[in-house]
């Protein structure tokens, strides 16, 4: 029972259940977690990306279950499969609550279009890519709405672990959404301690790519706040080129930037302009306050950050 839909880049998806009624409440029965498995789903031929819900309704909620072995069924290398738990397709105020994604090859939470919806307390773990096409494909959570009209998207009280891209992505995102009160460790990582060749990233907070593509002028400043990055293979907390400032308030970071190079605890590039990295320059005009980061003994707790052009009182870096 599911549908097909094609996307603006022209890659199919293969939907297994496309919510479209407004106003329902799928909710766990009272000390019971149902689990929906995904992992016996096969198309054929095997040509196209898998969403298991695709949420295309308003004012509903999503309580107390798991999502598990949602597969990546796609044979075409020429562009990063990428599979999906859930993806917010066009949906407003709906409520997330205590969703376990997990042990599959689907992002956890996707969400292109909608405002107002609130990810509450769900766990995202140990969702990985099968190759070195879609390792750098799967993340914990994602906000990448793209009308700037779309705001209000919450994740709070949220976890990362274990996944083969980062934690967090607000890549693309035009509008503002906040990250409060979440956590991301060892993304980057498999479960055995290996890396898996993503992104790894804790929280990657912003950013265009920087390869010309279009974002909202002025650019949306993106909260992250009260939150906890450990041991992420690359960044903790991560500005990925924005074109212009970001909130980061009472974060902490410990011992991220284990795979190295030019990645730190809180790394805070800009952009002057995304048509090349070229273009790069120290954070500018982001706010920071009261972030710490912790159990580092080289330079790397914070990086890419021009403090004279940025409001950074009271953080670990200028005590």
């Known amino acids: 029972n599911y549908i097909t839909r ?11 259940n496309n919510m479209t009624n407004n106003g329902i409440s799928y909710l766990a029965y009272s000390n019971e977690l149902p689990v929906f498995d995904f992992s016996q789903v096969y198309f054929d031929p095997p040509t196209n990306r898998v969403t298991a819900f695709l949420i295309n309704a308003s004012n509903c909620v ?12 796609y044979t075409n290398t020429s562009k990063p499969p990428q599979s999906e738990c859930f993806r917010v397709n066009t949906g407003n105020f709906n409520l997330f609550d205590r969703l376990r994604m997990h042990d599959g090859h689907g992002i956890g939470m996707y969400i292109t ?12 773990w140990n969702n990985t890519g099968v190759d070195p096409y879609s390792q750098g494909n799967i993340d914990g ?3 990448h709405v793209t009308r700037t009209t779309h705001t209000g998207n919450v994740f709070y009280g949220c976890r990362a672990w274990n996944n083969s891209d980062d934690g967090y992505d607000l890549i693309n ?4 959404a906040v990250i409060d009160h979440c956590w991301s460790f060892y993304n980057g990582y498999f479960t055995n301690g290996t890396v898996t060749g993503g992104n790894a990233n804790g929280f990657k907070c912003g950013g265009y790519g920087v390869s010309g593509g279009s974002y909202p002028v002025p650019p949306p400043r ?17 500005a990925n080129f924005h074109p212009d400032g970001l909130d980061f308030i009472n974060n902490t970071a410990i011992r991220n930037a284990t795979n190295g190079g030019n990645n730190g605890d809180y790394n805070m590039v800009c952009i002057l302009t995304n048509t090349s990295r070229s273009y790069q320059i120290p954070g500018t005009n982001h706010y920071l306050r009261n972030n710490i980061a912790l159990a580092r003994t080289d330079t790397n707790n914070v990086t890419w950050l021009n403090t004279n052009w940025c409001d950074v009182a009271y953080n670990f870096f200028t005590l």
């Open 6 to 16: 094609t996307n603006s880049p022209g890659i199919p998806w293969n939907v297994v």
């Open 141 to 143: 959570f994602g906000c």
């Open 62 to 73: 999503f309580r107390g279950f798991d999502v598990v072995g949602v597969p990546i069924i």
């Open 173 to 176: 995102c035009k509008a503002k």
């Open 222 to 238: 993106h909260v992250t706040r009260f939150c906890l990055a450990v041991g992420n293979g690359a960044n903790g907390f991560y």
């Open 113 to 124: 279009d909608g405002a107002s919806n609130l990810v509450l307390n769900c766990d995202a």
